[in-house]
C-alpha cells in the first residue's frame, strides 16, 4: 500500500474517525483514464482528490483506498476515517475505488488480484469483520 505521502497527497482539510471493524466493503470506480505504472496511479490518485475537493468541495478523496492497473493500493482516507463514497455508509464502511473506467472495459487481473488482497488484509489486520457483506 503506497502511503499518501508517497502519491503525493494534499492534507486533508477536516476528518472524522471512524470505529472499526466495519461490516461493509463497497468497490466504485474513479470513471477517470487508467493507470497502469506507479508514476500514473500516482498521479491519477492526485486527480481523483483534487476532483473531489476542489470540484465537489470535499474535505479529502472520498475513498479509502485506490487500486491502480499497476497492482497496487493507494491510501485514500485509510481504514479508520469516515469517507465520502456511499451515502448511508460512509461512516460504517470502507470503499476501494479502482482506478479508470469499467463501465465497458473489463477490470485487468493485476487490479482483481490487488483488490482481494486489500481484503484479505482488511479482514486480517482487523479493520473489516469477517463475515462482511460486499
Not at 476542489?54 to 485509510?78: E, T
Not at 477490470?107 to 473489516?128: F, K
Request: proline share 3%; hydrophobic share 35%.
Amino acid at each position: 500500500i503506497y502511503s499518501r505521502e508517497e502519491w503525493g497527497a494534499r492534507d486533508p482539510d477536516s476528518f472524522s474517525s471512524m470505529n472499526t471493524p466495519v461490516d461493509f466493503i463497497f468497490i466504485h470506480h474513479t470513471v477517470t483514464s487508467a493507470c497502469d505504472s506507479v508514476e500514473s496511479c500516482k498521479a491519477a490518485a492526485r486527480t481523483v482528490q483534487d476532483i473531489h475537493m476542489d470540484g465537489n468541495g470535499w474535505s479529502d478523496i472520498g475513498y479509502n483506498f485506490l487500486i491502480g492497473g499497476d497492482g497496487n493500493a493507494y491510501m485514500g482516507r485509510g481504514w479508520d476515517r469516515v469517507g465520502a463514497h456511499t451515502p448511508q455508509y460512509n461512516d460504517r464502511a470502507v470503499a476501494f475505488s479502482l482506478i479508470g473506467n469499467f463501465e465497458d472495459n473489463s477490470v485487468p487481473s493485476a487490479m482483481q488480484t490487488a483488490t482481494e488482497n486489500l481484503i484479505a488484509c482488511a479482514v486480517d489486520r482487523g479493520h473489516v469483520t469477517s463475515g462482511y457483506s460486499l
